[in-house]
């Protein structure tokens, strides 16, 4: 129920209760490839998923052994964006790493 604030005899002021809700968060997935180093890998886990170097060694290992690993979970705009960035540097690198995003 709204509720009304009397500013004045002729003014009122209602306020709505907005429901705020969390965004939809998406799960950043790190696909496998056979010509992509594991040091470039490492690269891509450290500066744009801001990885340390042990969780990022722990993700790129689980990457190259079992196809694909979560690298991140962002909001949709930040998960495209994070995609779009590993991709466009894996171009200017001439590796075919590629990264995927699914709704959690």
């Known amino acids: ?3 009304t604030k009397i500013i004045n005899e002729t003014d009122i002021l209602t306020e709505d209760n907005i ?5 939809p968060m998406y799960r950043v997935i ?5 010509y992509t180093s594991m040091d ?3 690269l891509i886990l450290k500066s744009i998923f ?3 170097s042990e969780e990022a060694t722990r993700l790129m ?4 052994n079992h196809g694909s690993a ?3 979970l962002y909001t949709k705009e930040v998960a495209e964006t994070k995609i779009a960035m590993v991709h466009q540097i894996a171009r200017e ?6 990264c995927q995003m699914e709704p959690i």
């Open 30 to 34: 790190l696909l496998n490839d056979d």
């Open 70 to 72: 979560t690298a991140g």
């Open 93 to 98: 690198h001439e590796f075919p790493l590629k």
């Open 1 to 3: 129920m709204p509720r």
């Open 19 to 23: 429901d705020v809700k969390e965004p």
């Open 40 to 42: 470039f890998v490492l």
């Open 61 to 64: 290992l689980t990457v190259h």
């Open 50 to 52: 801001r990885k340390s």
